[in-house]
């Protein structure tokens, strides 16, 4: 099926939902458990912040389109949700009946396109109701919900499952210890390579970007470091950290992190996954054009899982493993 977008109509955001209901709880208003998502002002994971327990004074009906209308990079975004969920102050649910996870998909996409209007401290919530999108419309002029949720389910696509419900291995932060970055990783410098230099091929090239596993472009040339590493940007999207499963290409503005044979333990996706979700953590740091420059970064102490004083690389990878979708890695 094709897109001619062109034929597509304007509508409201308060014509297409006719409910709009506003997140209600804060992290502090929340009780441990498993039952169900709690959804806040993050582009990724489809919004899901963390799981918490059930409490039927804030949970929202899922089958809705979560508007994120503030959060520092954020806003701007929309997810489909399709289960119900506790939300975050931070978030609006869209409801519409002829909604479903396919046309909802297809809106979330489009809605996505928004988001740089409301980038540099702009809130959305305010201006919600008035956005004007384009979509595929019927001849009557209606939203055409039965071509959205045809055109969603002709992409090749199947359905992601796992056997995981819930980790089988809890995290107790209090008993991590710390670790100099440096003495886990040799630390290496990306090299730069122009547009106009780079040729068409297979060979990924890791940018300084904040999506898409880092991958800014493929490229002919030959590729200057290992697969099995760990890239991290210390300039541009500073902090994100990302698994290079392949070999490839680091522009200079990303550092590669190579595990060093003295740690005794066989490195592998599973432990790369666990490092990169606490590298990201030392994002904050590097905000406001502060650059992570290889000598900080070599030195940089980082908390982790241990066992006699040594990182617990054996307990990160059974850890990622036990995760819902950790066997589908």
């Known amino acids: 099926m094709n897109l001619n977008i062109s034929s597509w109509g304007n509508f409201k955001i308060s014509e297409l939902f006719p409910v709009l209901q506003n997140g209600k709880a804060n992290q502090g208003m929340l009780s441990d458990g498993y039952d169900c998502f709690y959804v806040g002002a993050k582009k990724d994971d489809n919004g899901v912040m963390l799981h918490c327990a059930y409490d039927s004074a804030l949970i929202q009906k899922g089958n809705c389109i979560i508007f994120i209308c503030n959060g520092q990079g954020s806003v701007g975004y929309a997810n489909y949700m399709d289960v119900d969920f506790i939300g975050s102050t931070d978030i609006v649910a869209g409801y519409n009946k002829m909604l479903n996870q396919y046309n909802g998909l297809f809106i979330a996409t489009v809605l996505c396109q928004e988001r740089p209007k409301y980038s540099f401290g702009r809130k959305w919530k305010t201006h919600l109701k008035d956005t004007v999108i384009k979509l595929p419309q019927t001849i009557e002029g209606f939203p055409d919900w039965d071509f959205m949720e045809k055109y969603i389910k002709s992409l090749s696509h199947k359905p992601l499952t796992t056997q995981n419900c819930h980790p089988q291995h809890p995290l107790n932060i209090d008993s991590w210890q710390e670790f100099c970055l ?141 995760l819902p979708y950790g066997d589908r890695i």
């Open 182 to 322: 440096g003495d886990i990783f040799e630390i290496k410098k990306g090299k730069r390579l122009t547009t106009d230099d780079q040729t068409e091929g297979n060979t990924p090239y890791i940018g300084a970007i904040d999506s898409n596993n880092g991958v800014a472009n493929y490229i002919g040339q030959e590729a200057i470091h290992e697969g099995n590493t760990i890239s991290i940007n210390y300039n541009g999207s500073v902090g994100e950290a990302f698994y290079q499963p392949k070999p490839f290409w680091a522009t200079d503005d990303v550092n590669v992190l190579y595990f060093k044979e003295e740690n005794g333990y066989t490195f592998n996706k599973y432990i790369a996954l666990f490092i990169c979700a606490v590298l990201k953590q030392e994002k904050y740091r590097y905000s406001y054009g502060r650059k992570w420059v290889l000598e900080n970064m070599r030195s940089t102490i980082i908390k982790l899982p241990a066992h006699q004083g040594k990182p617990d690389f054996n307990f990160m990878e059974n850890y990622m493993k036990s």
